[in-house]
């Protein structure tokens, strides 16, 4: 009997690490990453189809209109949002997928998709995510600063998560995602066995 795979939400704030931990994750080849949409420039080496799928303004309104999105936000200037299609083809064919997003984009996927697993990605101090973020060499100092303040909001919203995993050493980070997914995995409603 194949199940569903997962639909796993990792969020957390800008330089906390959560797309390291999805780059790790995704060496499993049960598990897919979701490429979000996006209207934002593309930085430096990023490519169509590869980190994000770079739309018009127009275009990506046209496909909220047309429910083309499971969720979708508005961050800083510009939207991002997750399309439907391909997450639901990983997921019928048993593929765990991940779909790192923001704060906001979280609460819209729980409504609309109740079994999903979510998981904050919390930075160790306020103190290293700003020295991540200039570390990064991408920032401006007034984005630095936007960033340092949007991340004091969104901590708050962590304890509406099912799991706060704190990203100190990448490698302990990805090991206790992976024991979630393990877990979550082994939850008895998931078995699919009437009892």
């Known amino acids: 009997m194949k199940n569903n795979g997962l639909l796993l939400v990792i969020s ?43 739309y018009e303004r127009e275009q990506f309104e046209r496909m909220i209109e047309e429910g083309g999105f499971i969720e979708y936000a508005q961050y800083l200037e510009n939207y991002y949002g997750t399309p439907k299609k391909p997450v639901d083809d990983w997921r019928k064919d048993g593929k765990d997928v991940i779909l790192e997003i923001e ?21 160790p101090s306020m103190e290293i995510l700003e020295k991540r973020l200039r570390g990064r060499g ?8 936007r ?24 490698e302990d980070c990805v090991k206790n995602v992976k024991a979630i997914i393990t877990a979550e995995k082994l939850r008895s409603e998931r078995s699919g066995f009437e009892i």
């Open 103 to 123: 704060v906001q984009g979280c609460e819209i996927v729980k409504k609309a998709v109740p079994d999903c697993v979510s998981i904050f990605i919390m930075p």
């Open 12 to 54: 957390g704030p800008a330089g906390a690490g959560k797309g390291s931990v999805a780059s790790e994750l995704i060496k499993d080849e049960n598990i897919r990453l979701s490429i979000s949409a996006t209207t934002r420039a593309p930085r430096g080496k990023e490519e169509n189809g590869r980190e994000y799928y770079f």
């Open 138 to 145: 991408t920032e401006t100092e007034e984005n630095v600063q």
């Open 147 to 170: 960033r340092m303040k949007r991340a004091g909001e969104e901590l708050v919203l962590a304890r509406n998560y099912d799991y706060v995993v704190v990203n100190d050493s990448l």
